[in-house]
C-alpha cells in the first residue's frame, strides 16, 4: 500500500528534462500567450470567469435597482432589453459554463486522476483562446450603435430576425456565441479523452472521484448539445443576413424550430452547467465529514442516468407554445427529480454521523444543498404542464432557476476555497469567507424567495416597468435588497482574495484531502507529480496517509475513527 | 477499456429508444432526428472502444491491482509551449468579426487560420515546441 514509484515518463519534447524547461521557455506575457499547461490555462479560465461574474452581476444590480419601485425609469425600456439579456448571456455562456467546465475541471481533472496534463495540451489554449475572444466579442455589442443583443438570452425567433432586431449587437451575440461554443466542444473532447486515457495504473473507472466522473458525463453531453447550438446560430445568421426563412413564417419556416433547436442545447447545459458543481460538493462534503463518499456507485449511475434524461426533456421549456407532446416531456422531466434525489441522499448520508467540518467550502456546499434543493423542487411543479400554464413566463420561473444557478455559484465558491490552496499554495481566510458565505446565502434566499410570490401574484419576467401595486413593490424591493446583500459577498471575496494574498501557506495537504491532487506539492509541479501512490480505492491519498485503515470498499462506511482529529488542520 | 465502451453505448441505447418512442408518439421531427443523432454520437466512440477492449490486453489503468510500475514508459508527447493556440484563436476571432464587420476581416482572419494550421502541425511533426 505505501510504495511509491516514480510516476510514468512524460516526453514534454524530445529529451529535454521537464525541470529544465521552466527556466528555458519564453516569460512574461508570452509566457502566457504560449502557455500549453492546464495549470496556467484553468487559471486564466477562472480569472476571466470571475470577472466575467462580476460584469453579470452589476447588470444584474442595475436591473434590480430599476425594478425597486413602480414605473421607475432608471434606465430605458431599451436598454433594459440590453441589460436582462446580456445579463443571461454573461452569467450562463461566459460565467457558469466556463467555470464549470473550464477553470476547475481543467486544473483539477488531470491531477485528480494522476495524467501530467490534458490530453491536448494545445487544443486546449486554443479551447481558452476562443472563449476569451468570444467574451470580448459578445461584450463588445454594448459598445456599437444599436447596443447590446436585447432579444433575451434565448433569442427566440422571430423577434431574433433582421427585421425585429437589426443592428450588428445581436451579431456580436451570435458570433460570440459560436466562439465560446467551439471552445466548450474542444474542451469536451479533451476532458473526454484526458479521462479515458491518461488515468494513472490502478485508477480504473469506478475508482474515479466523482468530480471527475461528473466532469466525463459533463463532457459527453457537451459533445451531444454544443454542436446543435452552432448549428442553430448559424442557420439564425442566415436567415439575419443570406435571405434564408429557416425561422421565419413567411418563407415557408417554422419560428418554433428554433426554441426546439436552441432547448435541445439549452436543457442538458443546465447539465452541463450542474453537474460539474455536483462534483464539487461531492468532493467537498466528503472531505469535511471526514467519510469516503456515501453509495459512490450510486452517484455514479444518478450522474449518467441525469445525463441520459436530460437529452429528452428540452420541450419542457416549450409547452405553452402548444406544439409540443406534453406527457413525454412531462414524465422525462419528472424523471430526473430521482437520480437528483439520489444524489441529495447521498450528500446527507456522507454528512451523516461524519465529523463534519464546517470550513467556508464545507458551509457553501450546505449552502448550495439547501438552495439547490429549493431550486430543484420548484423545478418539479414547473415540469407539470398545467402548473407550468400559469407560471410560464412570471417571475416564479425567474425565481426557479435563479435559486437553481445560486446554487451552483456557492458551489463555485466553495470550489474555489477548497481548490485554491492546491492551485495557489495558500490558504484564503475562513473569517471573511465565512461572512462571504452569510451575505451570499440569506442574499440569495431574500433575493430569490420574494420573486417566487411574485411570480405566483403574476409579475411577468422582462418587464422593465409595473404599476403601482403594494405587494409587488415590497417584495421588489426584498428582492433588491437580497440583491445588494449578494453583491456585498463577492465585494467580501475580492477583499478575501487581496487580504490573503499570500498570507497563509496552505501545505500539500492542509483538508486531510482523499484524492490524488492532495497528494502533489501546492501549486503542482510542471506535469503535475513527483511520484504517485498505489491507487487501491477511490481516496488513494488518504489510503496512503492513514496506512492502518483498509482502503474502504464501495458502500462500507465502517472507517469513522475520531482518534485523527489531531490531523486536522485549524486554519 | 471495457467500461468507457459501456459507459458510452448504454448512453446510445438509451437514446435511440427514447428516439424511437418519440418519434412514434410525437410526430415531431426535430427532436427525433437530434436524439437518433445522439445515439449514433455515442455508438461511434463506444463501438470503438468495444471493438479495442475486446482486441487488447487490459491496460494498467484498467486494472484494479496494477502497481505505478507498470505504467512506466512514455504516455505522450506533451509540447511544452505554443504559439499556435493564440495564432489560431485570434484567426477564428477575426472570422467571426468578418460576420459582423464586414467581409474584409476575413483577410487577416484567414490568414492567421492559416499561417496556424501549418505552423501547428509543423510543430507537431517536430514533436513539440522549445
Known amino acids: 500500500m505505501t510504495d511509491v514509484l516514480d510516476p510514468p515518463v512524460v516526453a514534454a519534447h524530445g529529451d529535454h528534462d521537464d525541470e529544465h524547461e521552466e527556466h528555458h521557455g519564453p516569460t512574461g506575457i508570452l509566457k502566457w500567450m504560449t502557455t500549453t499547461d492546464h495549470k496556467v490555462i484553468g487559471m486564466s479560465y477562472t480569472v476571466t470567469a470571475v470577472i466575467m461574474m462580476v460584469i453579470g452581476g452589476a447588470l444584474a444590480e442595475i436591473i434590480r435597482a430599476q425594478l425597486t419601485t413602480p414605473n421607475n425609469s432608471l434606465v430605458s425600456f431599451a436598454q433594459f432589453n440590453e441589460l436582462f439579456t446580456m445579463h443571461g448571456s454573461v452569467m450562463i455562456y461566459l460565467f457558469v459554463g466556463p467555470f464549470a467546465f473550464g477553470a476547475l475541471a481543467n486544473i483539477i481533472v488531470p491531477i485528480q486522476i494522476g495524467a501530467p496534463d490534458m490530453a491536448f495540451p494545445r487544443l486546449n489554449a486554443l479551447s481558452y483562446w476562443l472563449y476569451l475572444t468570444g467574451s470580448i466579442t459578445m461584450l463588445s455589442g454594448f459598445f456599437v450603435a444599436g447596443g447590446a443583443a436585447n432579444f433575451g438570452w434565448v433569442a427566440y425567433a422571430p423577434l431574433s430576425n433582421s427585421i425585429n432586431t437589426p443592428g450588428a449587437g445581436a451579431d456580436l451575440w451570435i458570433g460570440g456565441l459560436l466562439l465560446t461554443g467551439f471552445s466548450a466542444i474542444f474542451t469536451g473532447v479533451n476532458l473526454c479523452a484526458t479521462i479515458f486515457y491518461l488515468r494513472a495504473p490502478g485508477m480504473t473507472m469506478f475508482r474515479m472521484p466523482i468530480f471527475t466522473w461528473n466532469l466525463l458525463v459533463t463532457a459527453i453531453l457537451i459533445l451531444l448539445a454544443f454542436p446543435v447550438l452552432t448549428a442553430g446560430l448559424i442557420m439564425l445568421y442566415c436567415d439575419r443576413h443570406f435571405g434564408t426563412h429557416i425561422f421565419t413564417v413567411p418563407g415557408g419556416g417554422v419560428p418554433v424550430l428554433w426554441q426546439h433547436i436552441f432547448w435541445f442545447w439549452g436543457h442538458p447545459e443546465v447539465y452541463i452547467l450542474a453537474l460539474p458543481f455536483f462534483g464539487m460538493v461531492t468532493e467537498i462534503i466528503a472531505v469535511f465529514s471526514r467519510k469516503p463518499v456515501f453509495g459512490y456507485k450510486g452517484m455514479v449511475f444518478a450522474t449518467l442516468s441525469i445525463g441520459a434524461l436530460s437529452l429528452g426533456v428540452w420541450a419542457h421549456h416549450m409547452f405553452t407554445t402548444g406544439v409540443v407532446l406534453l406527457p413525454f416531456f412531462s414524465i422525462m422531466s419528472l424523471l430526473i427529480a430521482v437520480p437528483t434525489g439520489i444524489k441529495m441522499f447521498n450528500w446527507i448520508g456522507t454528512m451523516w454521523r461524519g465529523e463534519v467540518w464546517f470550513s467556508t467550502a464545507m458551509l457553501m456546499a450546505v449552502g448550495f444543498l439547501i438552495t439547490f434543493l429549493i431550486g430543484g423542487l420548484t423545478g418539479i411543479y414547473l415540469a407539470s404542464p398545467p402548473l407550468d400554464f400559469f407560471t410560464h413566463d412570471t417571475y416564479f420561473v425567474v425565481a426557479h432557476f435563479h435559486s437553481i444557478v445560486m446554487a451552483l455559484v456557492m458551489g463555485a465558491m466553495g470550489g474555489l476555497y477548497y481548490w485554491g490552496p492546491k492551485i495557489t499554495g495558500y490558504l484564503l481566510n475562513e473569517t471573511i469567507g465565512k461572512i462571504q458565505f452569510w451575505f451570499l446565502f440569506i442574499g440569495t434566499q431574500v433575493f430569490t424567495l420574494p420573486m417566487y410570490l411574485l411570480g405566483l401574484r403574476g409579475m411577468p419576467r422582462r418587464i422593465p416597468v409595473y404599476p403601482l401595486h403594494p405587494s409587488w413593490q415590497f417584495l421588489n424591493q426584498l428582492s433588491t435588497v437580497g440583491a445588494v446583500l449578494v453583491g456585498v459577498s463577492t465585494v467580501a471575496f475580492m477583499v478575501n482574495i487581496v487580504y490573503s494574498w499570500k498570507k497563509y501557506p496552505a501545505g500539500d495537504n492542509p483538508w486531510d484531502g482523499h484524492t490524488l491532487e492532495w497528494f502533489t506539492t501546492s501549486p503542482p509541479p510542471h506535469h503535475n507529480f513527483y511520484r504517485l501512490p498505489q491507487i487501491r480505492s477511490e481516496r488513494p491519498t488518504w489510503d496512503y496517509n492513514h496506512p492502518g485503515h483498509t482502503a474502504a470498499e464501495h458502500g462500507h462506511h465502517a472507517d469513522h475513527h475520531p482518534e485523527h482529529h489531531d490531523e486536522v488542520p485549524v486554519v | ?130
Request: glycine fraction near 16%; aromatic fraction near 16%.
Open chain 2, 1 to 130: 477499456m471495457r467500461t468507457e465502451a459501456k459507459v458510452l453505448l448504454s448512453l446510445g441505447v438509451f437514446f435511440g429508444a427514447m428516439s424511437v418512442v418519440y418519434w412514434n408518439w410525437g410526430h415531431e421531427n426535430a427532436g427525433g432526428v437530434m436524439m437518433f443523432a445522439g445515439m449514433l454520437l455515442c455508438f461511434l466512440p463506444g463501438g470503438y472502444y468495444y471493438w479495442w477492449s475486446r482486441r487488447m490486453r487490459a491496460r494498467p489503468e484498467d486494472d484494479p491491482n496494477a502497481t505505478q510500475a507498470q505504467g512506466a514508459g512514455v504516455v505522450g508527447a506533451f509540447p511544452g509551449t505554443s504559439i499556435w493556440p493564440f495564432t489560431l484563436g485570434m484567426g477564428a476571432f477575426f472570422v467571426v468579426l468578418a460576420l459582423v464587420f464586414g467581409i474584409w476581416f476575413l483577410v487577416p482572419g484567414l490568414g492567421l487560420v492559416v499561417w496556424a494550421l501549418f505552423g501547428g502541425t509543423a510543430e507537431g511533426r517536430r514533436g513539440g515546441t522549445q
